[in-house]
């Protein structure tokens, strides 16, 4: 089973000050680029939430750009589903590349890590729009999003109740620790 061993054993959860790609703070970041690096960890992570996803019968994965591509492939994979990846464009999430989707499609989203939710729900309201039939939400790691916060049942592998903070609250900020900006959105929207 993946586990926060994982991620200690591949330098995954970084310690110090961070702005997370929601924009809020924290002193812990979980990097799962350097877990899934290793296809073998990716494997079983993805056939892991596979079984987590499987009752809900999805006919396809999709997942956002970036942090979710490794995952949300090695997920379909393991339900031998195919699998999309939803890209930022002007600000919104779309499908690119001739990607499509039929309607009333059952579709399971699948991320790395679950902080507010923000780019899940993007992602779900894309599908909605498309006139898919989004059945669930998975993640490696959950780090805070309360249950009943999505729109369509959510599991994921991990639950770590990680702090964060607006930046006004943050107090690394009050004691002027350095930041470091590890997120993929927040660093191409500065």
């Known amino acids: 089973m993946t586990s926060l061993a994982d991620f200690e054993a591949t330098g995954a959860l970084l310690t110090g000050h961070f ?7 924290s002193d812990r970041y979980l990097q799962c680029a350097r877990l899934l690096q290793w296809p073998e960890r990716a494997e079983a992570a993805g056939g892991e939430l596979a079984a987590l996803v499987s009752e ?5 994965v999709v997942s956002p750009a970036m942090g979710g591509i490794i995952i949300g492939h090695e997920v379909a994979r393991a339900l031998k589903r195919p699998f999309l990846f939803a890209e930022r464009q002007d ?4 499908l690119r590349r001739g990607f499509e989707i039929r309607a009333d499609t059952p579709v399971v989203v699948v991320e790395d890590v679950f902080t507010t939710g923000k780019s899940t729900r993007e ?3 894309m599908l909605r729009s498309m006139g898919a039939r989004t059945v669930a939400a998975a993640s490696i790691v959950n780090r805070g999003l309360p249950a009943g ?3 369509v049942p959510s599991r994921s592998l991990l639950e770590l ?3 964060a903070w607006p930046e006004s609250e943050c107090p690394l ?3 002027g620790v350095p930041i470091s900006t590890p997120g993929s959105r927040y660093q191409r929207a500065v």
């Open 91 to 94: 600000g919104a999430f779309t």
């Open 19 to 25: 702005r997370l790609s929601s924009g809020l703070h």
């Open 161 to 163: 109740q990680v702090p």
């Open 173 to 175: 900020c009050e004691n």
């Open 149 to 151: 916060a999505l729109p």
């Open 56 to 60: 809900f019968a999805p006919a396809l």
């Open 123 to 125: 992602v779900l309201e």
